[in-house]
């Protein structure tokens, strides 16, 4: 039997969905707005969506290239914004071109790239690479940077290399604010990644929503609403399963953006 | 002649004579070269960290040359401070020097320069005869802020600097465990840093630095976070570390007491900017004991004087 307390934490974010959802459907049952669904209808909807194949194979083409540009955007954001918080000179020549990117919407530069790529996976790809990069790398320039001095002496003082330095003393000491970093970027991703299958329908779950909304089938937006908003809060969960457990030794966070766990 | 000797047996034996390895090397500052080093092999304890003996280059060759070092830092004020100014000290291998002074004296800096993590604005110093120019495992500093790795627990800190230097995972962690007992840590091995109390941190600070048998021990006030009590026990095994190893230390301290206590030598610095003021040979006998030393006039005045020194310091003009 669980303490009543540990029930209540875990009970919360389940309450507080049924909460929002009988808002919903009592907001809905008062407008009486054909565009405006009901929570029951919009439910009743996810089954027909998940069990086409069609739309299912959008989706998980959607998930591919989330997963694929977070993970490309996190292999080269981490060491760039690492040798950034290391080096004056990195830091001198990287800080002003991501000063420029960093308040440009990303998905305006996606007809750009359109123009360039194509419409296809490369370009909606490198959107999200685009979008989860610039938290990461803000996020590791600050953890490097905010590396106690003495404890890089310490290294230094038992022989490690400079290149050893930052694998094994900036990475580990950094990896708290790091992975704050790579949380923001999880939640961009999936933002990217809509907006992207927005602008360039083709395929996707964006795109599934999109071309509902043109043919009116408000229940089947809504659905998709409630499939992608999901789909963030589980992966938002389980990342910050994953972070907790690397970093158990570090004083706890509260810096943490959409905290659900 | 080998001369080798631990023993506890002649803490009463007159000065200068008893304790042979010890006796050996003030004998060496006492007497002309010539006649110290006649026959006479340092040999230390464990002979496989230490192979050479101290006679085959220099009788109580100096280990640390500090020459001529200035340091100036540069404020966010954009003034010019000058923590260390014209500082030239020379310790011999195997001593026990501490640096007495007041706060803000460059007590740390100077500490920093011979580890070779700040390079002097002027000077050079020299270990073993070659420039400092970065720090190295023959060179072990404690630092005052511990800077323990906080995602490694008390074990793997501990083990983190023998594991660099490539000993074996099982040998390096059956002499960690050994250290962590020695500092009083057992039981705390899968600790945390942060689950640790300060004078705990700073334990592990100097068991991690014990641990990858540097030559020179840097360490800044390792014990000034402690408890009277653990201080005095680790003030016992550092003398005892040092008298088996002949390990060379260089030891800051705000405590005169401490300072006699545990030294060869003591350097007075003094402030603003930070220069040497007086070094005292402390000339009592070893081992040392606390509680014996404690009744010894000799030691009593050493202290006294000392702190008078400091007193006259701060008369003659304190915002210097
Ligand atoms: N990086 C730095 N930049 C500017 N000034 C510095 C820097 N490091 C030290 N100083 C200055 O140099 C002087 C000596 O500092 P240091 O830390 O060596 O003193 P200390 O004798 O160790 O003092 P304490 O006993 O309080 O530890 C101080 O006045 C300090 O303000
Ligand atoms: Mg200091």
Redesign the pocket.
Known sequence: MMPPATLTRRAAPVLACIGLLAVWQVASLALKNDSFPTAIEAIRAIPDILGDKESLINILASLRRMAIGFGVAVLVSIPLGLLMGRSRGVAAFFNPLLMVIYPVPKAALMPIIMLWLGVGDITKTLVIFLGVSLPVIYHSFEGAKAVEEKMLWSGAAMGLSPAQRLLRIVLPAALPEILTGCRTGLVLALITMITSEMIARQSGAGNILFNALDMGQYDTVFAMIIIVGAMGICLDAIFERVRARLVRWSEPQFDMPLSFS | MKVRQNGRGSNDAPHGCGNGRLSGRFLAKLVPYGEASDGMTVVPARSNEWVRPVTSHEPASAIIEIDRVSQV???SARRD?V?LSDISLTIEEGAFVSIL?P????????LYIVGGFVSPTNGTARMKGQAITGPGPDRGPVF?EFALFPWKTVLGNVMYGPRQQGVRAAEAEAQSRTLIEMVGLKGFENFYPKELSGGMKQRVALARTLAYHPEVLLM??PFGALDAHTRTRLQNDLLNIWERDRKTVLF?T?SVDEAVFLSDKVVMMSKSP?RIREVIDIDLPRPRRRTELLLDPRYQKYVVDIERMFDDGDEAGPAL
């Open positions: 830092f540069q404020t401070h923590a002074g706060s803000g004296c460059g007590k740390s800096t100077l005052q800044d006030e800051v705000h930070g």
